[in-house]
């Protein structure tokens, strides 16, 4: 008997090639790399340190292709391969998800999105493991071709690896866009040809009739014509470095001559010491650990990304050096990582799981496989029907898009498929439903029709409410279900009649349907019970949507959801009705505060009517409801003047900056950041601060008002009320909200109520601002006693262009080197801040001449995020604040408001402007605006956090509080006092806005007591 050839050659090739690997992912995983190339590329090859650095390169792809080749060589030998290609894929299942559950505690951003969790839970998919995976792939249809070959002539097997070599490597090498693109060679095909080819080595014979002496100068020849036509190819005028890159690369033709030479090679050599050639054997398959490990997240995060990088592995200060650097790191980590291989080794080949995975053979698989089809013959109806289930399903989260996207097919299909994590959360609610309804009915078509019936009644509704009212469908409108004749009304009777008819036949088939079905019952009786728990617990999850800890809140962030709080139309139109109404079905507003009850809120109702009564004794005025007030939000209105490093040639608002001057004003803290508006309008409104409650609402005027018995405001000081928006009103849920602050009319561009005055200045698309404020003005004209009149104006809103006669600002300087067009968009925004100084003068001037007593509290909103390239960590603050100012008109300081200016004004929020205002009018205070003049005085400035670049992101941010130096304070650092009134002012904010409104029992909580 001929004794078998020993194998060390190939084991001893395999492990070397290991280090290689390492080498070659440092080498084109360095930022250097790319420096390197373009320096190549500039003829600088001749340099000692490019010549040996470029070569190392070339030997680490030659070491890469061995590995496939060497194995693929290694296999043709082996018995019940697809056993060995379940293992191997086991291997990297085990890897990948380990990599998965260290990342998700060391690097929790990396792991949110399910494209993670899929890469780590199917990870021979995905690129991530395109060696290992590629190998696993290539032994598990190694039978196939290794049957295949052992039937073909030598000049067959010849043929045809010529022919893969001409559809691979030949036309890669030598074609510059070649048709079967492989890329870098990163990839499972590539892998799974040169393991073929490695087959062929073997067939072939090729070791015993090629002396190696020849495959030596195979070697040497390959890799130095791999330069020469690199150098060859740079030499050429105008060539890009990513057409000579293709000569040094895992699928060019000299770097596979030179693997499959030096595999052959290999092939030469043995040893006869028997424990040699089985240590060599396990740290060869040990080896394959290494490629797994190396290759997922956790190791590229730890290794590549942190140790490497920070050693400034790649920077070719020398030849030697360089090599150094890459040789020590390989070896450093293969060791490393070859010892845990050996240990998984030893786990795996000494307990039950080598057997366990012993019996995965071909057969089994194929018995496998057998039973499994002849289940779903078994079950073809109910497949069938689920199948059907899910195309009807596809259709209506089509449908539903569509009613949100003005009946645009074509658009609505694009919308659906572009952003395919929508339309699987859909799905996925979707499915939950039909599930639970499938539990309740236990008749396919009966569950099936109902949900049609929904979704379709969902969208129809949603689509009326996007014609009259410019928003979706949400959970606080179907309070409104109980005025349904009301609604009725609004609809037109021919879409109710055509829906009632279209739910009659659809009830109608899907009873006949039924009665006509082979399957009455889809379940039995146990797994009916087990779906409808399974499907309520689901159904319950979507509750928590908004909760931060959620399971649900993590699928939908993970998903890549994006709720855009900031305005649920747009909302609607980008994700679906569906999700937008899943998303408001519940919110967590605030943590419950630590003793909040009945009892400690009526302890704090007396505390701040004691505090009142000591206010109010030196208060001359008792009724706010004959003052007429006007709370002014200006669209993105902040001086550019204030930001840092930024010089103007002119000052933007002189008037304005003057006017301050002389009455209470100062800056005003912003909770955001090129949007937001609405969020400073509420705590302007409620006196409520953003920051105190849960990172998850981002928007209190779709999250927390809408659910709400009653809303307390400074409207509520009034009796008549007034709001004037000189835009559309879809935004912010504007309607429904200024409903509940008690706005007695609201005029903006498509209400009832008429906008008198809608002229623009030049070219720009908004409503000038002075004509909002002449739109006041006739508003105090109409209305003879006290009002409150809000206005929120657009004339500054973005975009930014050049859209004015003059065009007479400049940035002169700046610190952050800002591009042309940046400095552009400042300019033209800058320009339409000077007409709103302008009408501002004119405005205030009119007031004056009106002989009864205004009062004006005027606030920036927000900046307008334009100025990008002034860092938001470093002027964080300064990038979110605001001008503000209270003025009182002459006919009020003649009788009696002395429009002194107010201490501690410098920075504001603006959620102390209303008990500001009152101070400033000597206005008598109930309990809760006393707690908030203790506010104003001892916690002035407080926000979100104003490092983030914008209010929408995914949360509201950190809460942080300023000093009048505009520098945080800690909330540990406040002094017992300053503590206190933090406290009680969020048990009340808790209580007012998500508890049982304990404290508006109190009658006179709000609305200041009047004299009589």
Do not use: C
Not at 56 to 66: G, P
Not at 927 to 937: G, Q
Request: hydrophobic content about 45%; overall charge positive.
């Amino acid at each position: 008997m001929q004794k078998r050839k020993s194998a060390f050659g190939l084991n001893l090739l395999i492990i070397i090639a290991a280090v290689f690997v390492v080498i070659y992912t440092l080498m084109i995983e360095q930022p250097s790399f790319a420096t390197f190339t373009q320096r190549l590329a500039k003829q600088t090859v001749y340099a000692k340190r490019f010549f040996v650095g470029w070569n190392l390169f070339d030997l680490s792809l030659v070491m890469v292709n061995v590995i496939p080749l060497a194995i693929g060589y290694k296999m043709v030998a082996v018995k019940n391969k697809v056993t060995v290609a379940i293992r191997q894929a086991l291997i990297i299942l085990f890897y990948a998800v380990m990599s998965f559950i260290a990342m998700a505690v060391i690097a929790p951003h990396e792991t949110r999105h399910l494209a993670n969790l899929a890469s780590a839970v199917a990870p021979i998919g995905h690129g991530t493991y395109w060696l290992a995976g590629g190998l696993v792939l290539a032994i598990a249809v190694a039978p196939f071709v290794d049957q295949t070959m052992a039937k073909m002539s030598n000049a067959r097997l010849d043929a045809f690896a010529l022919g893969l070599f001409g559809i691979t490597t030949l036309e890669a090498t030598f074609f510059k866009a070649p048709i079967l693109n492989l890329g870098d060679g990163q990839n499972v095909l590539w892998i799974g040809t040169l393991f073929v080819l490695g087959m062929y080595l073997k067939h072939r014979q090729l070791a015993t009739k090629m002396k190696p002496i020849q495959l030596i100068t195979t070697v040497i020849v390959s890799l130095v014509s791999v330069f020469g036509l690199l150098i060859a190819q740079l030499q050429m005028p105008h060539t890009p470095i990513e057409a000579a890159m293709r000569f040094s690369s895992l699928t060019s033709l000299p770097i596979v001559l030179s693997a499959m030479a030096l595999v052959l090679l290999a092939t030469k050599v043995s040893v006869k010491n028997q424990l040699i050639n089985r240590l060599g054997a396990i740290i060869a398959l040990s080896t394959f650990d290494m490629y797994v490990l190396f290759q997922t997240p956790f190791m590229q995060h730890v290794f590549v990304d942190k140790i490497i990088r920070r050693a400034n592995v790649g920077k070719f200060g020398s030849a030697i050096t360089g090599t150094l650097h890459y040789t020590k790191a390989a070896v450093a980590i293969v060791a490393v990582l070859a010892v845990i291989g050996l240990v998984r080794f030893g786990l795996t080949h000494f307990t039950r799981l080598q057997t366990f995975t012993a019996k995965f053979t071909a057969e089994r698989i194929a018995q496998t496989v057998k039973r499994f089809f002849a289940w779903i013959v078994a079950h073809k109806v109910q497949l069938q029907q689920i199948g059907l289930a899910f195309a009807v399903m596809s259709v209506l989260v089509i449908f539903l898009d569509y009613t949100q996207l003005k009946l645009d097919l074509p658009y609505a299909l694009k919308i659906t498929f572009r952003f395919p994590h929508n339309y699987w959360i859909n799905m996925t609610i979707m499915s939950i439903m039909f599930a639970l309804l499938l539990a309740v009915f236990n008749r396919f078509w009966y569950a099936l029709t109902t949900l049609t019936v929904v979704m379709l009644a969902f969208g129809i509704g949603s689509y009326e409410m996007l014609i009259m009212r410019q928003e979706p469908v949400l959970p606080a409108d179907l309070a409104e279900l109980g005025s349904f004749s009301e609604i009725a009304g609004m609809v037109s009777a021919k879409l109710l009649v055509y829906a009632g008819i279209g739910i009659a036949v659809l009830i109608a088939l899907a009873v006949l349907v039924q009665w006509r079905s082979r399957i009455t019952k889809f379940f039995h009786w146990r797994g009916r019970l087990v779906l409808l728990i399974i499907s309520l617990a689901l159904g319950f999850s979507l509750f928590n949507t908004n909760h931060e800890m959620s399971p649900s809140h993590k699928f939908l962030v993970a998903a890549g959801y994006d709720p855009k709080n900031f305005d649920q139309t747009v909302a609607a139109k980008a994700n679906g009705p569906l999700i937008t109404f899943v998303n408001n079905l519940d919110v967590q507003i605030m943590a419950k505060p630590k003793g909040y009850s009945a009892a400690t809120m009526n302890k704090l109702a007396q505390k701040y009517t004691n505090v009142a009564n000591n206010i109010n004794k030196t208060r001359t005025q008792s009724d706010m409801s004959k003052q007429t007030v006007i709370y002014i939000l200006s669209e993105t209105l902040s001086d550019p003047d204030h930001l840092p490093g930024v010089t103007l040639n002119a000052e933007a608002m002189p008037y304005l900056q003057k006017l301050k001057t002389e009455t209470t004003s100062g800056m005003m803290l912003s909770s955001g950041y090129g949007g937001g508006t609405a969020n400073m309008e509420y705590q302007a409104y409620t006196s409520m601060a953003m920051n105190n409650f849960s990172p998850t609402v981002t928007t209190p005027y779709v999250q927390v008002i809408p659910k709400m018995k009653k809303v307390p405001a400074f409207q509520n000081l009034f009796d008549y009320n007034v709001n004037v928006h000189p835009y559309v009103a879809s935004m912010y849920n504007r309607q429904n909200v200024y409903k509940a602050y008690g706005v007695n009319k609201f005029y903006h561009i498509n209400s009832k109520n008429k906008l008198t005055y809608t002229a623009k200045v030049g070219r720009n698309p908004r409503i000038s601002d002075e004509s909002a404020f002449k739109e006041v003005e006739l508003r105090i004209a109409q209305h003879k006693g006290g009002q409150l009149i809000g206005l929120e104006t657009m004339q500054n809103h973005r975009p930014y262009g050049p859209y004015y006669a003059t065009d007479s600002y400049k940035v002169t300087a700046n610190n952050y080197n800002m591009p042309e067009s940046e400095k552009s968009q400042i300019e033209d925004y800058t320009e339409g801040l000077h007409y709103t100084d302008q009408a501002l003068k004119a405005f205030i001037a009119k007031l004056d001449a009106i002989q009864k007593p205004i009062s004006v509290v005027f606030y920036g909103d927000h900046l307008p995020g334009i100025y990008n390239s002034i860092p938001m960590s470093k002027y964080g603050i300064q990038l979110h604040e605001t001008d503000w100012f209270i003025y009182s008109n002459k006919y009020s300081r003649e009788h009696g408001v002395k429009n002194t200016k107010l201490p501690n004004t410098k920075i504001v929020s603006p959620n102390v402007f209303s008990p500001l205002l009152m101070k400033h009018l000597d206005q008598k205070v109930s309990p809760f605006y006393a707690l908030m003049t203790n506010v104003a005085e001892q916690l002035p400035a407080m926000s979100t956090d104003s490092g983030k670049a914008a209010n929408k992101s995914s949360d509201n941010g950190a809460g942080e509080i300023l000093n009048q130096n505009s520098e945080i304070v800690p909330e540990n650092k406040l002094t017992a006092t300053q503590k206190q009134t933090l406290a009680d002012y969020r048990m009340i904010q808790y209580d007012l806005t998500t508890g049982k409104q304990y404290i508006l029992k109190d009658k006179s909580f709000i609305r200041p007591v009047t004299d009589k």
